[in-house]
């Protein structure tokens, strides 16, 4: 079994930023990628970024790629997503994942381990 922890979430003014973390226990994650995905209301989930087990390839949506940076510490069992510029189009609740495989992958079905999941909030 695995346990996500995800933090750093919050409220925030348009422009400003933020950094999540998401810390994981109960298995290393050094095998495997990781993501974070967002679901803001009435809205379906969405992946944000995906990061691969080594992580020396990443990925992101269109929508966020040039402000926002996914990086990983294995030693620490530890993945972050680092928000820069933010935009209230970013309010949502944030989920950190686990993949199934080593490279990246963009759909949730390709992960197995969840989040309980953070708020952030970007205020105009």
């Known amino acids: 079994q695995v346990q996500l922890d995800e933090s750093g979430g919050g409220l925030v003014q348009a422009g400003g930023s933020l950094r999540l973390s998401c810390l994981a226990s109960?298995?290393?994650?050094?095998?495997?990628?990781m993501g974070w995905f967002r679901q803001a209301p009435g809205k379906e989930r969405e992946i944000v970024a995906a990061?691969?087990?080594?992580?020396?390839?990443?990925n992101y949506a269109d929508s966020v790629r040039g402000r926002f940076a996914i990086s990983r510490d294995n030693a620490k069992n530890t993945v972050y997503l680092q928000m820069n510029s933010l935009k209230p189009e970013d309010t949502a609740v944030y989920y950190c994942?686990?993949?199934?495989?080593?490279?990246?992958?963009?759909?949730?079905?390709?992960?197995?381990?969840w989040g309980q999941g953070t708020q952030v909030t970007v205020s105009s």
């Open positions: 109960g298995r290393t994650l050094s095998d495997y990628a």
């Open positions: 990061i691969s087990s080594n992580g020396y390839n990443t």
């Open positions: 994942a686990k993949s199934q495989y080593s490279m990246q992958r963009y759909s949730s079905g390709d992960y197995d381990y």
